[in-house]
């Protein structure tokens, strides 16, 4: 398919280009496009359009191995991604019957105060809290719309404090949290799954590991936080010292 486009495509493309370019040189019986076209094609040797259709063909086949071979790993990445929602949603209630551990942190809200029944800002601070400790430690993940003892809240409430309620602005919110909270680099670590269950949608954040030790900064004061067991923990200068040389070994 790419040398046939080649040759009936690209070839025509390629000649017109080349008479709008140099058209004023030609002689006046040239002035028209299709008459140029006309007399280059029957006017040329056979072995110099077998020659021509040949390279065009050859380009034409060479875009079109190009283009399928894109949108064969487009389908193959496209066909994991969806294998993983599967999993996940597959693993979510035994994750959750599980428990938070050193791996796994459950939050209620984004930013909805469940007990002011308003949005709170502060609580995003929480969130990057617990984000910045797995990147410290060795990766997670997070689990927005479910409390600590496991019961399900759903992020329902959190979709209303937003522009659009959708989780796609949702998704966005918590990338612009970590950019604030943890920097740029940060937002390349995380990866947002929504899932449902009992008809309460459920982000799972996926948290890698970073190379580069993250820290929190509030307020021109930079905090560095660190997983341990089933809860995050700020370390001082000394200790976060000590663990920034160990976990570099």
């Known amino acids: 398919m790419?040398?046939?486009?080649?040759?009936?495509?690209?070839h025509p493309i390629i000649t017109l280009v080349l008479w709008m370019e140099y058209g004023a040189l030609f002689s006046p019986e040239y002035?028209?496009?299709?008459?140029?076209?006309?007399?280059?094609?029957?006017?040329?040797?056979?072995?110099?359009?077998m020659a021509m259709n040949g390279i065009f063909a050859a380009l034409g086949a060479a875009i079109g191995m190009v283009f399928a071979v894109l949108t064969r790993?487009?389908?193959v990445q496209l066909r994991k991604a969806e294998g993983l929602l599967e999993d996940l949603q597959t693993a979510l209630p035994s994750v959750i019957a599980g428990g938070e551990n050193e791996f796994?942190?459950?939050?209620?809200?984004?930013?909805?105060?469940?007990?002011?029944?308003?949005t709170n800002r502060s609580l995003e601070q929480v969130i990057a809290k617990t984000i910045a400790g797995l990147m410290n430690h060795e990766g997670g993940r997070l689990l927005i719309g479910v409390t600590d003892?496991?019961?399900?809240?759903?992020?329902?409430q959190d979709l209303k404090t937003l522009r659009q309620p959708s989780v796609d602005e949702f998704e966005r919110?918590?990338?612009g949290i970590v950019k604030t909270y943890l920097g740029g680099v940060?937002?390349?670590?995380?990866?947002?799954?929504?899932?449902?269950?009992?008809?309460?949608?459920?982000?799972?954040?996926?948290v890698e590991r970073a190379a580069e030790p993250v820290f929190l900064v509030l307020s021109d004061t930079s905090k560095y936080y660190v997983r341990?067991?089933?809860?995050?923990?700020?370390?001082?200068?000394?200790?976060?010292?000590?663990?920034?040389?160990?976990?570099?070994?």
């Open 31 to 49: 002035s028209d496009f299709g008459r140029f076209a006309w007399e280059r094609v029957s006017g040329a040797p056979v072995y110099h359009l």
């Open 104 to 118: 796994t942190e459950f939050k209620s809200t984004l930013r909805w105060d469940i007990n002011e029944s308003r």
């Open 186 to 206: 940060a937002c390349t670590l995380i990866r947002c799954r929504f899932l449902k269950i009992d008809d309460m949608t459920i982000c799972w954040v996926l």
């Open 2 to 10: 790419g040398a046939i486009i080649g040759v009936i495509v690209l």
């Open 228 to 249: 341990t067991g089933n809860s995050t923990r700020e370390l001082n200068a000394a200790e976060a010292h000590d663990h920034i040389q160990r976990r570099g070994r």
């Open 149 to 156: 003892a496991g019961e399900l809240t759903g992020i329902e």
């Open 173 to 175: 919110a918590l990338t």
């Open 73 to 75: 790993a487009l389908s």
